[in-house]
């Protein structure tokens, strides 16, 4: 419920135990809220919410808010703050005339997915259907023609290397990591030192990761349980090459077997008078989300 009047989200129980939160899961607070009437209301714990939705034109648009939880209600009030955020009223409310003027946050990331990129990259777009035939015979001669072709035909999709734009996510079940629930959660608070020569390359891919929306920034204010550091070692060409150590969480972790064959009978598999084309993607085309 949008409620230009309250100056903080509020949500009930009811509310979070629809997201699988429960009141032990809740940040303490000293907050004091009062209602309309002057009525004290009871604080439980507060909780950091990402709240999205749609535009008329389709666009995504996302912010995150501390929402203070009660058992004083069932429902989730969003607050002015958040309604500005989601564009639902403008920054000059209750102005007249504000209805006319552009809406939106400067301080919540807005995803516009319709606005053409101003890269010159085209919009990133779902893979269209597979052709019914190849327009030319699949003949050694015609192996550029057909390399050309199928890169335009995916241009927008899968070969489509913009770093500009975020990725889309997989039509798929968010992937669970399967963690001991007894585990005691490990954060280490201290970074790996990164080699000065290196620290440009790796807070530039750090951006662009958060540009693609492969990584996002912590809120402040959220609370760190699991907390992994970043480990940048060498690649062969001498740029850096940054990797997470999870020992702390492998080992807790129980692992799904998932055995493939060796490359030598991968190559051992391909028919006599055949060839089998494998490339390293440079820019990984959709996004899994994953739930621990």
């Known amino acids: 419920m949008a409620d230009t009047g309250c100056q903080s989200c509020l949500a009930g129980v009811k509310v979070i135990h629809r997201l699988g939160l429960h009141v032990s899961d809740l940040i303490p607070v000293t907050m004091k809220m009062r209602a309309a009437n002057k009525e004290g209301i009871t604080i439980l714990g507060a909780t950091i919410l990402r709240i999205s939705g749609r535009e008329p034109s389709g666009g995504m648009i996302e912010t995150r808010q501390m929402a203070y939880v009660t058992d004083s209600s069932d429902k989730l009030f969003l607050s002015k703050e958040a309604c500005i955020s989601l564009g639902i009223i403008s920054k000059t409310f209750p102005s007249m005339g504000a209805a006319n003027q552009t809406n939106g946050s400067d301080d919540t990331a807005v995803i516009r997915e319709e606005a053409l990129p101003t890269c010159g990259c ?4 779902r893979p269209p259907v597979p052709p019914p035939a190849l327009p030319f015979p699949a003949t050694e001669a015609n192996r550029t023609k057909l390399q050309q072709y199928l890169l335009e035909y995916y241009k927008s999709s899968t070969f489509n290397t913009c770093e500009h734009q975020p990725l889309p996510l997989m039509d798929s079940p968010p992937m669970k990591l399967m963690v001991d629930p007894e585990a005691e959660p490990v954060a280490h608070h201290t970074p790996v030192p990164v080699p000065l020569h290196w620290r ?9 990761d958060v540009q693609l929306g492969v990584l996002e920034p912590v809120p402040i204010g959220e609370p760190v ?3 992994h550091r970043m480990v940048v070692c060498a690649k062969k060409t001498g740029k850096p090459r940054r990797t997470v150590d999870f020992q ?3 080992k807790h972790a ?3 077997t998932h055995h ?7 190559a051992r598999s391909v028919p006599h008078g055949k060839k089998n084309k494998s490339a390293n993607g440079t820019v990984a085309q959709t996004e899994l989300i994953f739930n621990i």
Request: glycine share 4%.
């Open 200 to 208: 440009d390359a790796v807070k530039a891919g750090l951006d662009q």
């Open 122 to 125: 085209p919009r990133r777009q």
């Open 260 to 266: 493939t064959p060796s490359p030598f009978h991968q």
């Open 225 to 227: 349980t699991w907390c």
């Open 248 to 250: 702390a969480l492998n």
């Open 254 to 256: 129980t692992r799904e």
